[in-house]
């Protein structure tokens, strides 16, 4: 069972009812859930997006694309019915936040899905978890059951003229598929490759209907910003990132854990106060701030850095799933590299070739390079390859790829050049599949 | 087809499949999960599971091979009654995800994908499955264990070797 951890700079929202039992129905009723979903539905959409534009909550996945605007994008009439879609196929390297959500809350899905209905007419809502969830989808599947079981989903939800049905829906292992139209083609029983935008999925979405697709952090936000209100929620952030955010620290550092901290909290602090520092005392290295797909910090870029989407696009990375990954100083970053472009090679599901090839030519330069076998020529190569995949892809993955490696070089050059010449790792551990000369 | 009589499915998980179809706006979205499923009770997507899955949501057994190639978690011959997915991405590397995975390789003499020759177990180098966290992690069958140390490989075995000895050989049981 993953380990709940707690820190006095925490602000518990999203995370104020994990470890109270909230997946049994009655808990969750008596803990004051449902009770938003209620009051959007006397309240009606045009109240609902108000609040969540007020609220400055951003997309949770990744992008960070404000909800309340994605939301007022799909047209009020539609000859095909309209979908809720929640992405809960959390496959991110350092990310296991929705992990926690479904554990522990997963009638604040249901609920923020039911509200996400409300707010753009939508009668159907789906909840899609990766295939490896099978846990936490027979969780949520419970809750669903309980939450038909109510009244609460079905024909008549709380008792009024309105219909919501929610389906839950179990992947089979793919990281592409948490690609939003990936995700709708997976949902709709295909390969999970992504399709060309415009349309977006606001208009043409899941079986051609206007759709709303939000990770699950944002869904299981959503009721407690319609609790709060918009500006309460939108005051404990900072600027133009409401809230809270749900960062899950992992790697080297003495109290690994996902907390609950407000946007724009100082990076630093969470790698040396909230979990505790470096593991052994050893020294930092370099810091992942956002998942696998965003490049890497240094120690001296993190010093001042508030973690919300614009701080961290201004230092040049991005703040991603919230996935902080600290890496101490016996780390050999192009092992780390070539583990992260391994990753992304092995999940291309090479629809486009710049992606389909790049990250099978960075993953086979990287393994030669790193087995001792590289040339001073590969580290600009690497660069050239990767630069050369950016926004050259249907959907983001190419550049998820790219973007870390470029980090990667231009950041740890030394440390590629220390490989070269057959020297031996630097930082050689039992077991690294080293390529021998035949 | 008429999957009471003709079904290579257990009864329950046909009468789940009569369901899954009539669950959505199209019977094409119940292709993923059916596969899932299908190989959870079967052990592997046999041509035969294949053939019904094609029959019950009315495609081609070439379209749902298509769609089973893309998921990485769909497999075309048997793994072991308990297959050992070893994650090694980032966050489990950095708390010895490899330490793990090679006290695997070492104790079941087997390597990425192989089954061992009792075909209770099998093991396989995984990407991450989301327990970043609370690292390295590992998944046997769907079950995870976290905070490992290669200390606690044999005593993991022992246990699932047990269950293995009760329970009989039936996938999934």
Redesign the interface.
Known sequence: M??LVSHPDEVKIVTSRFGMGAANIDRYIELGGYASAKTCLQKGPEWIIDVMKASGLRGRGGAGFPTGMKWSFVPKQSAK?KYVLVNGD???????K??LIFLHDPHAVIEGTIIAGLAIGAK?GFIYL??????LLEIMEKAVADAYAKGILGKNIFGSETEFQV?T???????EVGEESALME???????VPRIKPPFPAVVGL?GGPTVINNAETIATVPHVIEMGGEAYAAVGSPRNGGTRLF?????VER???YELPMGYNLKKIVYDVAGGVRGGRKLKAV?PGG?STPVLLPDEIENLGMDFDQVGKAGSMLGSG?V????DQ?CMVE?AL??IS?YQ??S?GWCIPCREGTDWLKKTLTRFHAGFGEAKDIDNIQYLAENMMGRTFCPLGDAAAMPTIAFVKKFRQEFEDHLNGKPCPYA???VPQLTVV | MSPETMSVFSPRLAARFDALVEKYPVKRSALVPMLLYAQDEVGYLSDAVIAEVAARIGITELDVRSVATYYSMLRFKPAGRYNIQVCTNISCMLRGGYDIYDRFQEELGIAHKGVTQDGVFSLEEVECIGACCWAPAIQVNYDFHDGLTPEQVPAILADYRGKAETKGKTPNA
């Open positions: 993953p380990k019915p959390e496959s991110e390297p350092g990310t296991c929705d992990h159907t990766r295939g490896e969830y099978r846990y389906i829906q179990s992947g089979a292992g793919a990281y997976s949902l709709e029983g295909k390969r999970g079986y899950g620290v992992s790697g080297h690994p854990g996902v992942v696998s996935g990954v600290v890496i101490d780390t780390f583990r992260t990753f092995h999940e599901c551990r039992q077991g």
